[in-house]
């Protein structure tokens, strides 16, 4: 099945440092999707990074997709105790997910 | 439209009894999605549908499960016989999918406690 692996499964940071998650399939991907969750809440989406894209910016967001390797990384630049969450990658067509990475971020 | 609303938010209910979620997908979405999360896990796909129809439902987790989606709209999910192992979050997600690549948005939940 089209489902992502998050890594590392926990990451406890400083607020102010950045935190960076991996994603990686078995199968091929193509668009892929970052969601994020907090504590007993829905998922938000944050970003969608196409097939043909190897990078993607929004705001403190970087994402990067590697189709050869078949994985994808999110980077969460000057991390603040609000981004504490649980963080999910999804192939955007089948969107199934992984267990998630759960970041803490320490003020 | 608030987004995608789910009700009732949190049940709880004896074993062996039957429970019905409900779920309103954002207003010009087609596609809508079911999955049940269970603590520390990431949510785990159960069905779609695209319209009223539902694509995929082999990842239903029983016979005990099954969902509806009548008039293309509101989506339903019935839990037969309640199992304390059904205990669990369960969300749905709506899209709009024209050609281009969908973006989900999910609703708040419906926490399920099986007593």
């Known amino acids: 099945s089209q489902q992502g692996e998050e890594d590392p499964q926990a990451l406890s940071i400083q607020e102010g440092e950045n935190a960076t998650m991996n994603c990686s399939y078995k199968t091929s991907i193509n668009n892929l999707q970052w969601y994020r969750q907090n504590s007993g809440r829905g998922l938000v989406h944050l970003i969608l990074i196409r097939s043909n894209e190897r990078e993607k910016h929004s705001g403190r967001l970087r994402v990067t997709l590697d189709t050869s390797k078949k994985s994808s990384s999110l980077l969460i630049t000057a991390s603040r105790a609000a981004d504490t969450a649980s963080y999910f990658c999804?192939?955007?067509?089948?969107?199934?997910f992984g267990s998630g990475t759960q970041l803490t971020v320490l003020p | 439209d608030t987004g995608v609303s789910q009700d009732p938010r949190h049940k709880i209910t004896k074993r062996g009894q039957n429970v019905t979620f409900r779920c309103d997908p954002i207003?010009?979405?087609?596609?809508l999605y079911w999955y049940r999360q269970t603590l520390g896990q990431g949510p785990e796909f159960l069905t779609y549908f695209q319209n009223e129809a539902q694509l995929e439902k082999s990842r239903l987790l029983s016979d005990r499960f099954s969902a509806e989606r009548p008039k293309g709209s509101f989506s339903t999910l019935e839990i037969q016989r309640t199992e304390q192992g059904d205990s669990a979050m369960y969300l749905c997600?709506?899209?709009?999918?024209?050609?281009?690549?969908?973006?989900?948005?999910f609703g708040q939940g419906t926490r399920l406690t099986v007593v």
């Open positions: 207003s010009e979405h087609n596609r």
């Open positions: 999804a192939d955007a067509r089948q969107l199934t």
């Open positions: 997600a709506s899209s709009l999918v024209v050609g281009g690549v969908p973006e989900a948005f």
